[in-house]
C-alpha cells in the first residue's frame, strides 16, 4: 500500500465507505499519490493531505477548505476572487498529486466535514464552483453531462476541523 498504515487509513478516511476501505485493505490496492503539503492561497492555510486511489475511484482531501457556495457571490468581484481561490487550491492538489489529465467521463462527488458550532450550509452550494475549478485542474473534461456526472454531497457525522474532499471515480464510456 505504498507507505499506508492500515492504522492510518482507519483513522483519516475522509468519505471512504466501510466496504471501500475493507476491500482496499484486503486487496492491498490502495495507494497514495502525494504527501501532506500546507499550503498559503488567498489568505487560507490548507493543507493537502495524501489522495488515495482505489481502482476507478480517487479521493481528494483537503484539510481547511470548502469551496464558495453560490449565494456568496454577492458581486461580480467576489464571484472572481472566490473562484479563482478555488481554482488555485484544487489546482494545485492536482498538481502535487500528479493525477493524468482525464480523459474521459467522470462522477464528482464532494464529502465534507463540518467544524463544530458552524451550520452546515444547503447541498447544492457547491457545484459551481467546484466543478469549474475541477475542470480547469483537469480533473475534469468539462462540466457538461458529457463529460461529466454529479455525484453526491454529503456531510460526515462527525464534526471537526473544515475538511473538503472530492471523490472522482471514472465512468465507463457511454455511461449516461
Known sequence: MKGLTE????????GISDEDLEKALDQGKAEYLS???????????????????RDVRIWIPILGWRPAAVNEFKSVKAKIHLKQRDRAIV?????????????GKRQLSIFLRVPKGQ???????????????CVHAGLLVNDSPV??????????PERGPLRTTLI??????GTP
Do not use: H
Open 168 to 173: 472522482l471515480e471514472d465512468l465507463p464510456s
Open 119 to 133: 451550520r452546515r450550509w444547503d447541498e447544492d452550494a457547491f457545484w459551481k464552483s467546484t466543478q469549474d475549478a
Open 7 to 14: 492504522e492510518w487509513l482507519r483513522a483519516n478516511r475522509r
Open 91 to 103: 489546482c494545485e492538489a492536482a498538481r502535487l498529486s500528479g493525477l493524468p489529465k482525464a480523459t
Open 35 to 53: 504527501f501532506s503539503y500546507l499550503g498559503r492561497f488567498f489568505g487560507f492555510d490548507v493543507t493537502f493531505e495524501p489522495i488515495i486511489r
Open 147 to 156: 463529460w461529466m456526472r454529479l455525484g453526491t454531497m454529503k456531510y460526515d
